[in-house]
């Protein structure tokens, strides 16, 4: 067994249990740095790695009634039909060098905004607040779709997007929804697109299954320990860590 990749999972599921935010922020870089992965492998490993360690953190909130299935139900609608059509692309054209550099400047974008949305956490439900009277109840259906087919083209590029980012445009678009049905909304949507992106991605051949096995073994108990640590830890520093690593890891990817 690889237990470098023990470690890295192990690594990234402590952060995860801590933070909030979504592993692929974390795993991808890793990947390309660490293990040397090119980034179109990078980002299909990611999303199976993704899809399978969200599936617990689904199932508790679903069972705690923290789903919104009519706004996870529009997110779908949206996130899912881009997601293929993004996949689609790939295989019309092949994974060509401009597909790569259109992959590897996706990654580095959703990088940087993630690092965004996790520095401004507590000013985007004020700014939601602040739009609200510019959004009628009539226009959510509609853009709750449009957020997610962004989302299914962003996760489908960089394998970033279905966590921090799917959460802060819930958050937006419904700013007086309680933050555990934002949470439990956005890992019910997380799950079934980062499937679906990653089965696309197999089919290119973009997953390997030999270091995702470990990874997985690893995350499992460090999500555990993150869980447990995260009342224990203060969050602005957390938050201006892992901002911090964001913004690096982003940068170097795009450059």
């Known amino acids: 067994m690889d237990w470098i990749a023990v470690v890295s999972g192990f690594g990234v599921g402590a952060i995860v249990g801590i933070t909030g935010v979504g592993g692929g922020s974390l795993m991808t870089p890793l990947l390309l740095s660490v293990f040397r992965l090119s980034p179109a492998v990078a980002i299909g490993t990611d999303l199976w790695f993704a899809a399978l360690t969200k599936v617990s953190g689904s199932v508790a909130h679903s069972r705690h009634g923290h789903v919104r299935w009519d706004i996870t139900g529009r997110l779908l609608a949206g996130s899912i039909p881009a997601s293929l059509a993004t996949v689609a692309l790939m295989h019309l054209s092949g994974v060509t060098k401009g597909w790569a550099a259109a992959l590897t400047f996706s ?132 938050r201006a860590l892992l901002c911090a690593s964001l913004l690096m890891a982003g940068w170097k990817v795009i450059h």
């Open 107 to 238: 990654l580095g974008i959703a990088l940087l905004l993630t690092a965004v949305v996790v520095a401004f956490k507590k000013s985007w439900q004020a700014l939601g607040l602040k739009l609200e009277q510019y959004i009628p109840d009539s226009r959510k259906p509609a853009l709750t779709i449009t957020a997610g087919a962004i989302l299914g083209v962003l996760v489908s590029l960089s394998s970033i997007g279905a966590g921090a980012i799917g959460a802060t445009l819930i958050l937006l678009i419904y700013p007086r929804l309680e933050a555990r049905y934002i949470v439990g909304s956005d890992i019910a949507h997380a799950v079934p697109l980062t499937l679906v992106a990653g089965i696309g991605h197999a089919t290119l051949g973009h997953v390997n299954w030999t270091l995702l096995v470990p990874l997985l073994i690893g995350s499992v108990p460090g999500i555990w320990l993150g869980a447990q640590l995260t009342r224990r830890l203060p969050d602005g520093a957390v």
